[in-house]
Nanobody, 120 residues
Framework: QVQLVESGGGLVQPGGSLRLSCAAS????????MGWYRQAPGKQRELVAV???????NYSYFVKGRFTISRDNAKNTVYLQMNSLQPEDTAVYYC??????????????WGQGTQVTVSS
């Protein structure tokens, strides 16, 4: 019903920046909450940032001041601008979208994940 395509991951040196994108398509009526999670090897998936339908972002403490989440409702896309990246930010990053479908039901969808590696 809904497909998500993530992009923007890669290898970056400490202190560098990356911008992740997650675009949704399908039977979408309206985007609800949109967020980014990450999972490092051997660790549980954790919330990075989330932005609600009223465009209010919330961040986990470990990215506050460095990462910025934003959304473009016209494009059904959520972004994560990541600055001042550190090796501990290395993980697979997943987008999570809560979506009102055209059937007026609420669906929850995950992206395929994109690898972010911070290393010199």
């Amino acid at each position: 019903q809904v497909q998500l395509v993530e992009s923007g991951g890669g290898l970056v040196q400490p202190g560098g920046s990356l911008r992740l994108s997650c675009a949704a398509s399908g039977n979408i009526f309206r985007m609800n909450t949109m967020g980014w999670y990450r999972q490092a090897p051997g660790k549980q998936r954790e919330l990075v940032a989330v932005i609600g339908s009223e465009d209010r972002p919330n961040y986990s403490y470990f990215v506050k001041g460095r990462f910025t989440i934003s959304r473009d409702n016209a494009k059904n896309t959520v972004y994560l601008q990541m600055n001042s990246l550190q090796p501990e930010d290395t993980a697979v990053y997943y987008c999570n979208l809560n979506v009102w479908l055209v059937s007026r039901t609420l669906g929850d969808y995950w992206g395929q994940g994109t690898q972010v590696t911070v290393s010199s």
